[in-house]
């Protein structure tokens, strides 16, 4: 017959295991309310803001100690890229003026026959960060894009 602090310890685990697992449903359902509500308000999101409304959301998301949606607003409002509008959002918070113009983004560079050449070298050769890295200062078009291209080749 099993001793009884045995049994004792036997039940504590169990209503422990039961009690983790009420923890994690929870969380689960925590992260997909949050989920949802993030979409919602994607699709609530206001595009092309007035210079007063998007200086009063970022200063009211920076006022709830929320400063990767200040990031966010500023840079959906002005097209900026993250680390730009990081530096926006930081100037601002010590007193600098927002800057309120969006952003216009280069169209990319067209690349020539030997550039081609060479970025399909770097790939064949297996320097693939290297061919990315190469692409995006040739054409100055961000990460995702060049990885892209990159890896259509």
């Known amino acids: 017959m099993p001793e009884p602090l045995a049994i004792a310890l036997a039940i504590a685990g169990i209503a422990a295991v039961g009690g983790l697992i009420a923890v994690l449903m929870r969380r689960g359902e925590a992260d997909t309310d949050l989920v949802g509500s993030q979409l919602a308000q994607r699709s609530a999101t206001p595009t092309g803001l007035d210079a007063g409304s998007l200086e009063e959301r970022v200063l009211d998301a920076l006022r709830r100690g929320r400063k990767i949606e200040a990031v966010k607003v500023y840079r959906e409002a002005t097209g900026a890229t993250l680390a730009d509008a990081k530096r926006a959002v930081e100037r601002y918070e010590v007193g600098q003026p927002l800057d309120h ?21 770097l790939v064949a050769r297996g320097q693939k960060i290297h061919a990315i890295k190469l692409y995006r200062e040739l054409t100055g078009v961000g990460l ?7 890896d259509a080749l």
């Open 101 to 121: 113009a969006p952003l216009s983004t280069p169209a990319p560079t067209q690349l020539d026959d030997a550039a081609w050449r060479q970025l399909r070298a």
């Open 144 to 150: 995702r894009e060049a990885k892209d291209a990159i």
